[in-house]
Each structure stands twice: as structure tokens, then as C-alpha cells.
């Protein structure tokens, strides 16, 4: 049996206290870090173990046992400066995958350039997935993989109920790739579907492509 995750999230504003939540929820070991007392008071009951401690004090995070997880979110809100300091003594110290939340483009180039592993932008996301529910009632989910390739989560329209992927030939008219179908509300996931299986009303097309494939396949779909 695999050895489980250890997370610890630095920072419980409501971004961090929701990554805490929810990994603690999925059965996962989590540390949550707070200078503020009350703040990690009011997780205390959810995650594993919760500590009041400034993380930008070395010394602190080192007695934390900090190196030993496997994962640490720095989910530091409106404090810029304090971000990027704990993102270097992380990386100073070595160990975890480190992942952290930007406040904007900037603050996530210089997180980049200092080492994060991954940086997230929660907002510009959560805004990037609206304007693409806005754009097509069918479009589920939108992820961004990279700069110019994402993926789309998208409810088969009535056009495409009852035909199949070799007729639909998404690859071709929009250089996009199908990679699964969810099925019976999303509690099944055919990976690698056989270019013959027909669509039926509530499949949920996983596709990867450029975001301007991505964007010509959406407009078809939400006419």
C-alpha cells in the first residue's frame, strides 16, 4: 500500500482554507500554517494538525518539520512580500513540491523565477471559466495546462447525440483531441474512446487542444 500524501497550506484566507478542507476531506494528512491564531483555530477541527507560526521565519518552518511533506501550498493572500519570501525559504530548505497562489502576472513571474514548482492564479482562473460557461451552456469545465494548450470539459450537444467520433471528426476539423468520455453524470470515464462508440444525451467530452481550437470548437457546439 502507497505511503499518503502529506500536504501542509500556509495561509488560511478562504482560498487556503478551502485546498485545506478539501484535501483533509479526501483523507489526506494536512499541516495548516497561520500567523493569525484564530485563523488556524477555525480549521483545527478539519485538518490533522493546524499551528499558528510566521512563515518567513526559517527557524519556524524548519521545527514544523516543513522538509518531510510532500506537498506545501503557500496560499498567502494580500501579503505579496511574504509570499515570495516563504517561497524562497522553501526552496532554501528543499524537500516538498511547492505550490504556490499568485495575487497577479507579476507576483507569479517572480514565483516562477524564484522556483515554485507550480503557481496558480485562483481568480484570473475561476474568471477565465466563467467567460467560457458565458460562451456556451454546454462547456462544463476549462482548464489551462499551459500557455497556449487547455482543457475542455464539454456536455454533448443535441448536434452530436446519436453520431460517433469518427463522424464527428473533431481531430481533424478542429485539430483538438477527444481524450475521454464521461458517462452516467461523470461517475464513469471511458479513457481512449474507440473512434466508433456513438454519443448519447449526457456524455461529457474531455478534450485537450490550442486554446484557439478549443475556442472555434466551443462556438460550434454552443449554437
Known sequence: MMPKKQFAVIGMGRFGFSVASALSTMGFDVLAIDADESR??????????AVSADSTDEEALRALGIRNFDVVVVAIGENIQASILTT?????????????KAQ??????????????KVIHPERDMGLRVAHHLVSPNIIDYIEISEEYSILDIRVPESMVGKNLKELDIRVKY?????????DGG???????????????????????HKDDLTKLELATAQ
Request: net charge positive; with cysteine.
Open 104 to 117: 497577479n502576472e507579476l507576483h507569479g513571474k517572480v514565483l516562477q523565477k524564484i522556483g515554485a514548482d
Open 175 to 183: 485539430k483538438c483531441n477527444v481524450m475521454a468520455i464521461k458517462k
Open 88 to 100: 524562497l525559504i522553501l526552496k532554501d530548505l528543499g524537500g516538498p513540491l511547492i505550490v504556490v
Open 40 to 49: 488556524t483555530q477555525a480549521v483545527s477541527n478539519i485538518v490533522t494538525h
Open 187 to 209: 461517475t464513469k470515464m471511458n479513457i481512449s474512446p474507440d473512434a466508433n462508440e456513438r454519443l448519447v444525451d449526457g456524455d461529457v467530452l474531455v478534450v485537450v487542444g
